[in-house]
């Protein structure tokens, strides 16, 4: 069984201890019992692969939290009333819904699991939907109401819709990126549990973007708010915590992270993975891919947002309403030839820049609708290589020579996203943008030891 249970800890006690049963398992520290044994090489055998590598000739296939669950763990939520925040991309190995296989799956039936709510984040439960103020949704299959947490911002499962909840589950896929909502999501689930003395359980997913990287700017101490969103308490789940802007965490061990260091009283279970490691990318995985959002369809937008959603705060276009989002930008006012001419001379690892043109067909954040615009498209060459990070702060500072006028950024919502205000001011006033990021390593580095603690996959 591949378990990690958290309850009520203090930062400083975390420890993963690891043990070998032929695949990766996370010791149980709490009693369990199952132990399965996996076909494939030992983690031993697989340690030298470099980053990145493909590992679909080894016999070993990785499994999410909610295939974990009911094949090793489902007595943790035997005869409960359970609640579950998912949405799309909440599906097992098969692409089978997590919601249907803990209401109706024979695992899930046999331990009398009772799912009585649903809960969707931002975009809705089929992850289709790019506005605010999204209402209640009828699942089709089960009948239940899917409860909507995302209204002008993302939510907390509300006190009232859990009274009658034994365990609350949370089953979303992260991108690897700090201004992801669905983050913001989990760590409100995680104080609504502690509010309510409901125990939570976190069933893992894989971040696309590998394990292996940590980059970009911590979000700035001033602008963290991790609180419990209220009416008076205006969160908006993506400025939570000063994490880098690419935080290499999976979902799981970044509440494990919240728990300790925003020192949680949660009762906490995290249910890892089968088979992952930190090198592995997405499409390594074997596991089907689903848009998380309306505007992230595949792996390489997953890559390059972190690089433009800075520019979503700003009068530049990110491809919203376009068959590339997050793959390219542009405005009217693009002088995209002296752009591109700018980023091309930095030469910056694994990405190149091209004149571009595109017409938004109904875009989410309304720019430029239906208006053919000067634009630059980002071509990934090399993912091991790329810096998303600097990838942005290279285009604010391109932008900000050739249109220091035109440009318009909007405050604080630029920085909330970027992570400082300073950095944002140095790139803006010409400052190289690779020495401001430089500076910014002992930071990260500093980030990514803390956060070796909380890791549950080698």
Known sequence: MNVFKASSMKAGRNQVL????????????????????????????????????????????????????????????????????????????????????????ERAKRADVKLIKLFAPEHGALGTLDREGLGDEKDPRTGLTVHSLYQRTTMAPPDSLLQDVDVLIVDLQDIGTRTWTYVGVVLYAMQA?????????????????????????????????????????????????PSPLRHGLTMGELTRLFHAN??????????????????????DTDLPWVRPSPNIPNLTAALLYPALVPFEASNVSVGRGTGEPFQRFGAPWLRADSVVRLLEDLTLAGVKFRVDRFTPDKPGDNKYAGRTIAGVRLELTDRERVQPARVGAAILWALSRVHGDSLKLTLPGFDLRMGSAKVREALQGGADPDAVLDRLLPQVVTFEKDARRFHLYR
């Open 18 to 105: 690891w043990q070998v049963l032929g695949a990766l398992t996370v010791v149980i520290l709490s009693a369990c019992a199952g132990n399965r044994q996996n076909s494939g090489p030992s983690p031993e055998d697989m340690a030298d692969l470099p980053p990145g590598m493909r590992m679909r000739n080894f016999d070993r296939k990785v499994r999410p939290g909610i295939t974990v669950l009911l094949d090793d763990s489902v007595k943790l939520i035997a005869g409960k009333r359970v609640a579950l925040v998912t949405n799309q991309t909440g599906v097992d190995e098969k692409g089978r819904r997590s919601v249907d296989l803990l209401f109706a799956d």
């Open 193 to 241: 549990g502690e509010r309510r003395g409901i125990p939570v359980l976190v069933l893992d997913r894989p971040n696309p973007l590998s394990g292996a990287m940590t980059e970009g700017a911590l979000l700035d101490s001033s602008l963290a708010n991790a609180q419990y969103p209220t009416g008076t308490n205006r969160t908006n789940g993506f400025s939570i915590y």
């Open 262 to 283: 925003l020192k949680m009283g949660t009762r906490l279970t995290v249910v890892p993975m089968r088979n992952w490691r930190r090198g592995m990318w997405f499409d």
